[in-house]
């Protein structure tokens, strides 16, 4: 079993909190002409859009070419990986019948900050939906999500805050992890005199301990 991240959110649904340990996904193909694989350019990146193969998910995105790493700084614009270092742009080199064949690296990225913080206020958003749905009074939620490569385990507190964990979807219970989680977050942040409710939480001890728990719950597991 293995813990891709673990995610806490106040009680407004922002991100007080986060470590990821996601696996480097990475797959290097060679092509040749013409490539059976749709990319498109989305938020300066070269992604996948359709085509999956031989571990080449959608989403996926282009990472280098021939070995040519992805990633220029254009003068004036901040840094972008819609063309290699050497400046040439990706999607003309993938439409160019004279540049095959192509060893092309893929792989997923991790999300930028920015990127967490909007994807988990959503689920703040989708877990309140999920209460009213439901045909029960007093739902408690959205436990487990399932998904072919991953699980999402949520536990909310008392008080409203969200602790929640993302592992491998081989993982079946991770309830026990969760109450730990909860003792660290009450005993390493809300006891400490310096920490303000809902204010991201900067405590190295309580990162520590959390270090030392996901590595006993894999070891467990296994």
């Known amino acids: 079993m293995k813990i891709y991240g673990v995610y806490i959110i106040n009680r407004a649904g922002g991100l007080i909190f986060s470590r990821d340990a996601s696996p480097k996904i990475e797959v290097e193909k060679t092509f040749s002409y013409p490539i059976d694989i749709k990319f498109k350019s989305y938020d300066e990146k070269i992604v996948v859009a359709f085509g999956q193969r031989d571990g080449i998910k959608v989403g996926h995105v282009v990472l280098s070419i021939n070995g040519v790493d992805t990633g220029f700084q254009d003068e004036g614009r901040s840094y972008n990986m819609t063309k290699l270092k050497d400046g040439r742009e990706i999607l003309k080199i993938l439409d160019d019948e004279s540049s095959y064949p192509l060893s092309i690296k893929f792989g997923r990225l991790r999300m930028t900050a920015n990127e967490k913080i909007m994807l988990l206020s959503m ?10 749905l439901s045909p029960v009074p007093r739902s408690s939620g959205i436990e487990v999500l399932e998904a072919d490569t991953f699980k999402l385990h949520c536990f909310q507190t008392l008080t409203g805050i969200k602790l929640i964990v993302i592992t491998d979807p081989r993982c079946s219970d991770m309830n026990i992890f969760l109450k730990k989680l909860y003792e660290l977050y009450a005993d390493y942040a809300l006891k400490n005199p310096f920490y303000q409710n809902d204010m991201p939480i900067k405590c190295p001890l309580f990162e520590e301990k959390l270090t030392q728990a996901i590595d ?7």
């Open 216 to 222: 006993t719950s894999e070891r467990i597991s296994n």
């Open 123 to 132: 689920f703040h958003s989708i877990f309140a939906m999920s209460v009213q």
